[in-house]
C-alpha cells in the first residue's frame, strides 16, 4: 500500500521559512516525478513545484519561483520543500503526490499523479 506523509507545516509570520517533509513508502519503484500542490480555502488544488525521479529537473510555479526549492532524497524515499520568503498568499493545506515517470499528463497538472498524501497545514501571518 502506497503512503504519502507530509510534516512540517505550521505557523510562520511572513518572511519566515518553513521546511516541509514527504515521507514515501510503498511505491513500486523509484521512478516517479514528486510533486507538491496546495489547496487554499475556497480555491482549485494548484501546483507548486516537482522534482524528476533522479532529482535532475526540478519544476516550480511562477507564483513560488526563487523563494521555494524541491529536493528529495531516494534512499531515504524522502522529498522536501523549503519555503523561504514567505507570504500570507503561501496559506493553505499543502499536499505531497506521486506520479510515475513516463505516465501521460503534465507535471504541472493534478490529474497526472497517482498518489497523494493527506496534507499539512502551512499558515502564514503576523
Known amino acids: 500500500q502506497v503512503q504519502l506523509v507530509e510534516s512540517g507545516g505550521g505557523l510562520e509570520q511572513p518572511g519566515g521559512s518553513l521546511r516541509l517533509s514527504c515521507a514515501a513508502s510503498?511505491?513500486?519503484?523509484?521512478?516517479?516525478?514528486m510533486g507538491w500542490f496546495r489547496q487554499a480555502p475556497g480555491k482549485e488544488r494548484e501546483f507548486v513545484a516537482a522534482?524528476?525521479?533522479?532529482?535532475?529537473?526540478?519544476y516550480y510555479a511562477d507564483s513560488v519561483k526563487g523563494r521555494f526549492t524541491i529536493s528529495r532524497d531516494n534512499a531515504k524515499n524522502t522529498e522536501a520543500l523549503q519555503m523561504n520568503s514567505l507570504k500570507p498568499e503561501d496559506t493553505a493545506v499543502y499536499y505531497c503526490?506521486?506520479?510515475?515517470?513516463?505516465?501521460?499528463?503534465?507535471?504541472?497538472?493534478?490529474?497526472?499523479?497517482?498518489?497523494w498524501g493527506r496534507g499539512t497545514q502551512v499558515t502564514v501571518s503576523s
Open positions: 522534482i524528476t525521479w533522479n532529482g535532475g529537473t526540478t
Open positions: 503526490a506521486a506520479k510515475r515517470a513516463g505516465a501521460s499528463g503534465d507535471y504541472y497538472s493534478k490529474g497526472s499523479y497517482a498518489y
Open positions: 510503498g511505491l513500486p519503484s523509484r521512478y516517479y516525478t
